[in-house]
C-alpha cells in the first residue's frame, strides 16, 4: 500500500459549529479528520502531520513559504508517494500556486478543503480527503504540479480559483477546465497543465499589494504605496490590461519611484494583451516599464511577484520571469 502524508492546516473543513459564538470555529484534529474517512484504510498508508488548525484568511505568505519547505522535506522521504494538504478554501488557491511555483518534489502534492464544517448535515470534507488521496497515489499525479481537489475535480494550481461564496462546486478553471476526476475507484487525470514554472528563491518579498480597478479610480493608492515604498504592486486592470487615465499617472509615479508594477485582468480568465493605444490601456503604460501577468489573476500575480523578488530587484529581470506561457511554437519543441 502507498503512503501518504496527510498536512493539515485548518479552514471549514477543521471546524465545527459553536453554540457560544454562533459560527463555524476550528475545532477537529487531524486524528478526527482521518477517523471521518474510514475508506482511507483501504487506499493508502496515511499518517497524518498537525502542521497547524487556522482559518485560511489567517495565512500569510510567509506561512505559506514555510509550509512549502516542509512538503518539500517531507516528500523527499523515499518510502512517501504523495502528499495531502488540507486547507481552507478562501486561499487555497494561493497556497496552492505559491506551493507550484516553489516546490522542488515531483511527487504529487494535492490540496483541498471543504465548505461545509464538520457538523454540517452535508460536511464535504471526507469525501474530499479521500478523493485527494486517491489523486496522491495515482501514477498520473507525477509532475503536474500542485493539484487541488475538491468536488471529485482535480485542478492545476495555477489555473484554479474559487468561483462561489458557499457552493461545495466552487473550484473551477476558467477557459481550461480541470485536468481529471476522482471516480469512486480512482483518479483519473486526462490532460496535463503545459505551463509548469519554478521559482527557486530562499526568501520571498511579502510587501507586494494587489489593487483591483474600477470606474473613475484615481491615484490615491499608489500615492500611497509610492511613499510607504511598498516593494511591489499589483493593478488588477480592466480587460486586457487598461486602466483610467489617472490610475495610470499613479503607476507612472510608482515607476519613477522604482516599484515594480504587474498589470493583470479583472476578469479572472486570458491574458494581459497592449492592444490598445490610448491614454490608460496596457499599450499606452509599456514605456514606464510595467509588467504583462500574462493570465494569471491577480492573487496569484502578487504570489509571483513575492516570489519573484526573493530573486532579482531587476525590472527587466521580473519581466523575463513573467513572461513564460506555451504557444504553439514552444510545443512544437516539447513534442
Ligand atoms: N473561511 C474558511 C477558510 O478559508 C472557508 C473554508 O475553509 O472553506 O478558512
Not at 507550484?100 to 515531483?106: A, G, V
Not at 504583462?292 to 492573487?299: C, D, I, K, V
Request: contains cysteine; charged residues 20%.
Amino acid at each position: 500500500m502507498k503512503h501518504v502524508i496527510v498536512i493539515t492546516t485548518g479552514g471549514t473543513i477543521a471546524m465545527k459549529y459553536d453554540k457560544v459564538t454562533g459560527g463555524l470555529i476550528p475545532a477537529v484534529s487531524g486524528a478526527d479528520l482521518l477517523e471521518a474517512v474510514p475508506a482511507l484504510k483501504n487506499t493508502a498508508k496515511v499518517e497524518v502531520v498537525e502542521y497547524s488548525n487556522v482559518p485560511s484568511g489567517h495565512i500569510t505568505p510567509e506561512m505559506m513559504f514555510s509550509l512549502g519547505k516542509f512538503v518539500d522535506e517531507k516528500a523527499a522521504q523515499a518510502d512517501i508517494a504523495g502528499i495531502v494538504i488540507t486547507h481552507g478554501t478562501d486561499t487555497l488557491e494561493e497556497t496552492a500556486y505559491l506551493l507550484d511555483l516553489m516546490l522542488k518534489t515531483c511527487k504529487p502534492v494535492c490540496i483541498t478543503g471543504a465548505m461545509r464544517g464538520a457538523t454540517d448535515m452535508s460536511w464535504d470534507g471526507p469525501g474530499n480527503i479521500l478523493a485527494a488521496v486517491q489523486t496522491a497515489i495515482s501514477e498520473s499525479a507525477i509532475g503536474q504540479g500542485v493539484l487541488v481537489v475538491l468536488n471529485n475535480q482535480i485542478h492545476a494550481a495555477r489555473e484554479v480559483t474559487k468561483t462561489h461564496a458557499v457552493d461545495t462546486d466552487t473550484f473551477a478553471s476558467p477557459w481550461w477546465g480541470p485536468i481529471g476526476y476522482v471516480y469512486a475507484d480512482a483518479a483519473v487525470i486526462r490532460r496535463h497543465s503545459l505551463c509548469l514554472e519554478k521559482i527557486c528563491t530562499e526568501t520571498l518579498v511579502p510587501d507586494v499589494y494587489l489593487i483591483k480597478c474600477a470606474a473613475g479610480m484615481d491615484e490615491y493608492l499608489f500615492e500611497c504605496l509610492r511613499k510607504k515604498p511598498a516593494a511591489g504592486i499589483v493593478v488588477e486592470a480592466f480587460g486586457c490590461g487598461n486602466v483610467p487615465p489617472a490610475v495610470k499617472h499613479g503607476i507612472e509615479l510608482c515607476r519613477k519611484a522604482g516599484i515594480p508594477v504587474v498589470i493583470a485582468s479583472r476578469t479572472y480568465a486570458g491574458r494581459v494583451v497592449p492592444a490598445y493605444s490610448y491614454e490608460g490601456s496596457a499599450g499606452s503604460m509599456l514605456s514606464c516599464g510595467v509588467i504583462m501577468a500574462n493570465e494569471l489573476t491577480g492573487q496569484k500575480a502578487r504570489i509571483k511577484l513575492m516570489l519573484a523578488l526573493g530573486l532579482t530587484k531587476d525590472n527587466q529581470e521580473l519581466t523575463k520571469l513573467f513572461a513564460c506561457h506555451t504557444t504553439a511554437e514552444s510545443l512544437t519543441k516539447v513534442f
